[in-house]
């Protein structure tokens, strides 16, 4: 194979000359070949650097998907505050916001078709497990007082006379 002026062999073949040789002592001046051996790189090394660097990236990406869902929680916790709850209702609201995962909490607070979601999944899980049908009832009582609250505030405080209005 012929030597061109710019490929591999052609820079060898200059380090390799002997005018170039006296001023690097015989030595190649940029350790190419020495930093490719297999004696000069330890594999395991190599693995255990490349292994640390993924666990960090994986951990740096994982840290910052959760202080993204912890900031959105808070956001919601914020805007549930100025509802008119009870905190035994705040903690249900919450405790189902967390077991179901929503990906932006808030948006329970703004869409009724979300909550009724989420709130039939929950009745499902409660009238589903173990316990008296009294406090499986209280507990439905006390979701259907939060939806109220939640979308419909001034249901909540009209006088029955005033409710009808609406119907008409």
Known sequence: MANFPFG???????????????KCQGK???????????SQVDSRLVLMILGGITLLSVAIIYGTYRYQRWCKFKEFENEMKSLDLNPEQEGT???????????EPVQI????????????AE????L???GSAEAKQKFIDAIYNIR???????????????ASSYVR
């Open 109 to 120: 607070l703004y869409s009724p078709k979300l909550f009724d979601d989420m709130a039939t």
């Open 123 to 126: 009745m499902k899980r409660i």
């Open 8 to 22: 591999f062999g052609f820079i060898d073949n200059i380090l390799a000359s002997p005018v170039f040789a006296p």
């Open 28 to 38: 190649n001046p940029f350790g190419i070949d020495s930093f490719f051996t297999s």
């Open 148 to 162: 109220t609250k939640t979308y419909h505030p001034d249901w909540a405080t009209e006088t029955p006379s005033e």
């Open 93 to 103: 609201l919450g405790d189902m916001v967390r077991r179901y995962q929503v990906g």
């Open 128 to 130: 589903g497990s173990q």
